[in-house]
């Protein structure tokens, strides 16, 4: 995870880098006899850039370096549980020849220094990854004006997802089933894209069930250190405290089928698990949990299947294992979701390929990784010449 974390920070760099090469002179407007006319890009400012924990590396310099390259100048505050990753990032950046003053690295409290980071007159932009509590406050406090505030601030915010994986009667199970377990317990289930709903046609539904639970069954726990280890423990006490109280709701709501032990004596340790028969509208379907937590739910037929990807306040990541042509055509309509995959798993967008981001409450929809991403730290000038 490390490895591929590092991997997509140095995307990230390549990518905007490139970006930015071709939008650096504009882009073609007409002119008429007489007149020259340029439509150009200019750098917003001032950006606060506040990156979450579960990519410390890969999301934390890809929202710094889109910021930069387009010419602002920015605070970096990480997030608590990771700022020393960040802090090696500034050096690195530093050394590369970047000039004072133009990174600058602010850790801190969110509770102590966020607000005031977001609510200063001199902020122009807010850049936020992380939960949708929080991206709210920040969304709210964004939009009041400040006295001496000269601007209206803009907000770009991606905050998290509640995100299906959808499996038709058609389906190829055995991907079905690892499209499903790999989807929800990389990174032990703490990314906004992994597949913490499953939902599946009930012809199929018990067959996937159970190669999902021998498939989790498979998995290694233990230190990150080792290369043999499939999953680590979740990051700190409070998301352990909070997992452990999810995975207690969704006994009450479903049946426990694999996992649901937890130990926080040695790390915080959560097992991969795995709880069928839930009800679409119950707690386990709607709210985000934020680890290695997956509710499988029966659907009666595709209308229904649909239905339910649907019905939550999120619009993130989805997938569809499905060979059924008209079924994918659909879905490409009415799963309603920023990043929708066909035939693998919701998580694991790549740099320049599948630009990352969502809809509804998970956030501004702006694709990080996408050839619109750098366009929303810069601001358009028209100038118009009379010959």
């Known amino acids: 995870e490390a490895d591929a974390d590092t991997a997509e920070a140095i995307d990230f760099l390549e990518y905007y880098a490139r970006q930015m090469v071709q939008l650096k002179d504009g882009a073609p407007v007409e002119s008429r006899e007489g007149e020259e006319n340029k439509f150009n890009y200019i750098p917003l400012g001032v950006g606060v850039i506040i990156s979450p924990f ?30 020393v990753i ?3 990032f500034v050096e690195v950046m530093k050394e590369a020849g970047l000039p004072d003053g133009v990174l600058n690295y602010v850790p801190g409290s969110g509770s102590e220094i966020g607000d005031y980071l977001v609510d200063h007159p001199k902020t122009r932009f807010v850049s936020f990854t992380g939960s949708r509590e929080v991206g709210c406050r920040i969304y709210e406090r964004a939009a009041k004006v400040q006295p001496g505030q000269i601007w209206l601030k803009r907000v770009i915010a991606e905050m998290g997802g509640k995100d299906t994986v959808v499996v038709d009667k058609d389906a190829d199970l055995d991907l079905a089933a690892s499209s499903i377990v790999y989807s929800a317990f990389g990174f032990s289930g703490q990314k906004c894209s992994a597949g913490s709903r499953a939902v599946v046609h009930q012809d199929v539904y018990d067959i996937v069930l159970e190669k999902a639970v021998a498939l989790t069954k498979t998995l290694t726990m233990g230190s990150p250190e080792d290369v043999n280890t499939y999953m680590g423990p979740v990051i700190d006490q409070a998301s352990f405290n909070k997992i452990t109280k999810y995975i207690e709701i969704g006994k009450e709501e479903g049946r426990l089928m694999t996992g649901g032990e937890a130990d926080d004596s040695k790390g915080y340790f959560i097992q991969p698990t795995i709880i069928a028969d839930v009800d679409e509208k119950a707690r386990l379907m709607q709210e985000e949990i934020f680890g290695p937590v997956v509710a499988f739910c029966k659907a009666r037929d595709f209308d229904y299947m649909m239905e339910i990807a649907n019905n939550t306040d999120y619009g993130l990541t989805g997938a569809l294992l499905s060979n059924t042509p008209e079924h994918i055509e659909r879905a490409k309509e009415e799963f309603h979701v920023g990043n929708l995959y066909f035939n693998r798993g919701c998580t694991g967008a790549i740099v320049g390929y599948q630009p990352f981001g969502g809809f509804n409450m998970s956030g501004t929809d702006s694709k990080a990784g996408g050839p619109d991403y750098l366009i929303l730290h810069l601001q358009a000038k028209t100038t118009s010449t009379t010959l």
């Open 54 to 83: 579960n990519f410390p590396l890969a999301i934390m310099a890809g929202t710094a370096a889109a910021a930069i390259v387009a010419g602002n100048t920015v605070l970096l505050k990480p997030a608590n549980n990771t700022p």
């Open 86 to 88: 960040a802090a090696k």
